[in-house]
């Protein structure tokens, strides 16, 4: 199974900050990486898909980059409605296996 | 609007089993894969299984091997997950959700409680 490590684990920024939030992979996933934003109570919301592409309705502060067993999501300037735990998750194979996720709080 | 909504959570005792489901409205599951995705109190988010648009592929979670199955009825536009021998970490909000063959998954359902005790 491919196993994905996100990181920091939690991170504490302020609105209007520039925040990345990495992802690594054991093996190569290709472009085959997503990325969502879950709020508390709230179904996960799909981000970003093929590790760079801005799902339809996202606003562009977000943005992916990465192949391979490298990824990041940067989100340029932080928003109120931004503080939500982030997972990576990758879709190159079966199991398609999820990040522990990223808690991103208001300091 | 695309949606989907699940059901058939609730409270069931270690070894006991659980039927849920997930209805599609706003578009046809017929040609789309579709997934159980679950949720633990307090932790992140794990793959269950997936199930191919004409039921040919279907592909299960280590952990739940065996024990649960997944089925579709495209003519029901739905989705089932049958789970048996259901154990204490078990326990999670199940949520079904549509994937374009390991592209992305969108949309996801709310979630529906599954809650294993004596």
Known sequence: DIHLTQSPSFLSASVGDRVTITCRASQDVSINLAWYQ???????????YAASTLQSGVPSRFSGSGSGTEFSLTISSLQPEDFATYYCQQLNNYPC??????????K | EEQLVESGGGLVKPGGSLRLSCVASGFSISIYSMNWVRQAPGKGLEWVSSISSSSNFIYYADSVKGRFTISRDNAENSLYL???SLRAEDTALYYCARDETLVRFDPWGQGTLVSVSS
């Open chain 1, 38 to 48: 879950q709020k508390p109570g709230k179904a996960p919301k799909l981000l970003m």
């Open chain 2, 82 to 84: 049958q789970m048996n």
């Open chain 1, 97 to 106: 296996t999820f990040g522990r996720g990223t808690k991103l709080e208001i």
